[in-house]
């Protein structure tokens, strides 16, 4: 495998992936990227320029797409509309983006032969009761909640059934949580982490009972790159890093490393359809294909990015004003 076309390289996990790449293989990478809001140009800044390109383009326009599948050896596909909270105030573009770009990829795979891996996420399985050890399996039946889930649990049913009609060469993994550096101040870590910076309250949506199975970026990554080249075609491999937290502990160890009271947050307005847990159980893809998250212990993640949010106040200053006034309006 030589060269690759990674969709969404130029977002938080996507771009994470290319520069894990850059770092731990000698592929070549093109990066196609619509580059929407969520994107970041600045996380390709500095990488060589003989390795990484980027072709910015929309993974639903077959003309884009056709020719570029054709032309690398492997796809990984990371774009799509990626926040649940925006899926409730405007769904078309998780249709579009999530559903009719996986079909564009899979139809252009299905053309010319090519290997396909699809990034998913846990939140297809709807979710889980608080007060339950259970954890979600390559069988747990799909659920899911939000217009979010429910594009990317069509995008998977897309795969599937190009893999079992038509015989393209794909594999899925549905991943826990990601936090770590350029996620976007939208996202839950780095809107608490930002707004203290600026001297503000964390923002908990209803009783911060919630609980999510945080995974670090870098290990998403790692094992993305393990399921691409050792996977078995056809197979789903759950990603997670046995990472539970609830909202408030997250919030409580944010305010802590900044020195400010436990109960300096404040709590707004839930998420409709609110997911009340995530789990993941990842022994299918630990035991079959050896892999091992390096960065277990999620408080020393949690320091790491928070140092990386002070330090790269110039990449997500530009953002925040807005996201907290889209905030604001649904109060929250
Ligand atoms: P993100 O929103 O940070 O980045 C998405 C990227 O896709 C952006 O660069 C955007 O410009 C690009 N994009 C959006 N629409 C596009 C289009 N039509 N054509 C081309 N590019 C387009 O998202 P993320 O958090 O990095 O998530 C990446 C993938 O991982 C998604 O498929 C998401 O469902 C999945 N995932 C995310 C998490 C998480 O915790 N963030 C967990 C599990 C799975
Ligand atoms: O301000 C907030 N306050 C709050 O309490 C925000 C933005 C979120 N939350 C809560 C909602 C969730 O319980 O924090 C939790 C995490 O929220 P998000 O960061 O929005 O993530 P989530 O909805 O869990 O989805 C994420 O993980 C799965 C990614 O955004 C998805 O792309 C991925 O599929």
Redo the contacts with the bound molecule.
């Keep these: 495998m030589d060269r690759l076309l990674v969709t969404g390289g130029a977002g938080f996990i996507g771009a994470n992936f290319v520069h894990h790449l850059m770092a731990n293989t000698d592929v070549r990478v093109t990066v196609l990227d619509k580059l929407t809001y969520a994107a970041s140009r600045e996380a390709l800044d500095g990488l060589p320029t003989d390795r990484v390109s980027l072709v910015v383009g929309d993974v639903a326009d077959s003309a884009v797409v056709d020719p570029l599948v054709a032309a690398h050896d492997a796809v990984v596909h990371f774009a799509a509309e ?4 925006n899926s409730l105030n405007e769904p078309g573009p998780f249709i579009t983006t999530n559903l009719v770009g996986t079909f564009c990829l899979l139809e252009a795979a299905r053309r010319h032969g090519t290997r396909l891996h699809h990034i998913s ?3 297809v399985y709807g979710d889980l009761a608080l007060e339950d050890s259970t954890r979600f399996t390559e069988a747990t039946p799909y659920n899911p909640s939000s217009p ?2 429910a594009a ?1 649990a069509g995008s998977d049913h897309l795969v599937r059934a190009w893999v079992r009609s038509f015989g393209v060469q794909a594999t899925i993994s549905n991943c ?3 936090y770590g550096p350029w996620q976007h101040v ?4 780095p ?2 982490i930002t707004n203290v910076i600026d001297g503000g309250r964390p ?3 209803g009783a ?1 009972h ?1 609980v ?1 199975d945080w995974i670090h970026v870098e290990d998403h990554s790692s094992a993305v790159w393990r399921i691409l080249t050792e996977g078995r075609i056809g197979e789903t491999y759950l990603v997670g890093a046995d990472g539970e937290r609830d ?1 408030l502990d997250v919030v409580a160890l944010i305010l802590a490393h900044f020195g400010r009271p436990a109960d300096d947050f404040d709590l707004v307005t839930d ?1 409709a359809g ?2 009340l847990r ?1 789990a993941i159980d990842a022994t299918k893809l630990r035991t079959e294909l050896d892999w091992e998250p390096r960065h277990a212990d999620f408080s020393e993640g949690l320091t790491r990015t928070i140092e990386w949010y002070q330090q790269h106040e110039d990449w997500w200053r530009p953002h925040k004003q807005r996201t907290e006034a889209t ?1 604001a309006a649904q109060g ?1």
Excluded: A, C, L, M
């Design positions: 990626s926040h649940n909270d996420t846990d939140e979010y889930s990317k826990s949580n990601n939208e996202k839950f870590i809107r608490q923002k908990v949506y911060g919630n999510r909202n998420r609110h997911d995530y905030y929250q």
